[in-house]
């Protein structure tokens, strides 16, 4: 009985530490435009990773139960361009730009 | 026959038609004069009364309107005077509470905090009630619980204001290792960040240094350095300031020549890590808190301004 009590009171601790996730969130453009909709977005950290995509204004926002020096990647026009990003235990806002450096895309903070 | 003999005998001359014609049309230009100056005398006098109408109309419209105006002023001042009593009112009573002598709980504080901070956050800077609280909760078994409220009431309100001051101006973020003094840029490294920002047609350079960290205030200073070009010249300017989580944009800020602002705002320190995250925003001082006035030669240059700007399409 105690150890099923143990089992249940875990589950529920489960969504109570995704509560407690950091957030990385902002826009994302290129040439002064918002990215389309739908291009994945893809956070990288020691403790796992999290994943998201961009809505029709650019704007994307991943949550993961991660925090510290995270990598954050991008892809798009078959391109995988990433950046380091710090988590903290309140969101951190990256506006992202994409460039277009000699045929590489780059992803660099705006 | 006589030379002067009875003329009764002579013949009437004779009359042509031209003679009859001006005998009937004599008596009808008459008549036709009379009727153009009574049909002339009537439009005369209808066009008058109409345009007097017309202006009797306007006249009443403008008197409305000026009325609507005056009312409307009226009612505006007068709903202006009795915020700013309630607004005094509710001022003087919560600060009060914190500079009258005797027992507050830290929970009333807190509360009496939150009220100014949510009521007076573009008009005062909070900042020293903020430490003050800090200080005084430090031995206080609920510390915890405290400084987080603190810190939400605070990053509330920064986020407000940002949203605000974002709308109107421009602004970049950088991440700061804090142990270095650096800011790491991707894979880079650099000893300083420097962006070109345009607000109001005016580029201005603002460079950012690290002076000092203090992991224990969570606390950084920074060197600021702005270049403004400015017809084919250089103005540059630099300041040194620290900042922490409670230091408010729109009251804490630089002032800039051309009515604008120069803001940093602390938005995550991790102490632990080594590294913090801030916002550079340059904003029209029209953001900027009720705190400061504006210079008067400021408001004549913007006055002036907008004078030339309303001219111009007249030309």
């Known amino acids: 009985m105690k150890r099923k009590f143990l089992i249940i009171a875990a589950l529920c601790l489960v969504p109570g530490a995704a509560a407690l996730a950091s957030e990385v969130f902002g826009t994302v453009s290129e040439n002064g435009k918002p990215l389309p909709a739908g291009v994945a977005v893809k956070l990288e950290c020691e403790g796992g990773s999290a994943s998201g995509v961009t809505d029709q204004f650019g704007s994307y926002s991943v949550k993961t139960p991660a925090t510290g020096d995270c990598r954050l990647s991008l892809t798009h026009k078959g391109s995988s361009p990433s950046l380091k990003v710090t988590l903290y235990e309140k969101p951190s806002r990256y506006d992202l730009v994409v460039k277009d450096e000699a045929g590489k895309l780059t992803l660099a903070r705006k | 026959m006589t030379a002067g003999g009875d003329d009764s005998n002579n013949p009437r001359p004779r009359r042509d038609g031209w003679d009859k014609a001006g005998i009937v049309l004599q008596p009808i230009g008459g008549l036709l004069t ?25 006249r009443e419209r403008m008197q409305t309107s000026d009325t609507n105006a005056r009312l409307y002023s009226e009612l505006t001042s007068k709903r202006e005077e009795s915020e700013s009593a309630l607004r005094k009112d509710m001022f003087t009573s919560i600060i009060s509470s914190f500079l009258r002598a005797g027992p507050a709980t830290p929970e009333q504080k ?5 009220l100014l901070v949510y ?17 005084e909760v430090k031995k206080d078994p609920n510390r915890p619980d405290y400084v ?15 949203l605000v001051i974002e709308d109107g101006g ?3 973020d950088a991440t700061i290792d804090t142990r270095n003094l650096t800011f790491p840029e991707g894979e880079s490294i650099a000893p300083f960040v420097a962006k070109e920002l345009v607000v109001d047609g005016i580029r201005r350079n603002v460079k950012l240094e690290v002076l000092k960290a ?27 300031f620290w900042i922490g989580h409670f230091d408010f944009p729109m009251i804490d800020n630089t002032r800039l020549p051309h009515d604008q602002r120069l803001a940093v705002v602390l938005n995550n320190y991790d102490a632990k890590r080594g590294v913090a995250d801030i916002t550079a925003a340059l ?27 309303a001219a111009a399409p007249a030309r």
Request: aromatic share 8%; hydrophobic share 40%; no cysteine.
């Open chain 2, 34 to 58: 009379a009727l153009a100056v009574a049909v002339l005398g009537f439009w005369t006098s209808s066009y008058l009364r109409a345009r007097e109408g017309r202006e009797a109309v306007l």
């Open chain 2, 170 to 172: 421009e602004t970049f």
């Open chain 2, 110 to 114: 807190m509360l009496n905090l939150e």
């Open chain 2, 148 to 162: 987080k409220r603190l810190n939400q009431v605070a990053d509330a309100v920064i986020k407000k204001q940002m």
């Open chain 2, 283 to 309: 904003f029209p001082g029209k953001y900027a808190g009720l705190r400061e006035k504006p210079y008067y030669d400021e408001v004549l240059a913007k006055l002036l301004a907008a004078n030339r700007t």
């Open chain 2, 119 to 135: 009521n007076f956050h573009e008009s005062l800077n909070l900042k020293p009630l903020f430490l003050h609280i800090e200080r």
């Open chain 2, 214 to 240: 203090d992991p224990e205030t969570a606390e950084l200073q920074l060197r600021m350095t702005i270049r403004t070009v400015e017809s084919n010249r250089v103005d540059t300017s630099s300041t040194e």
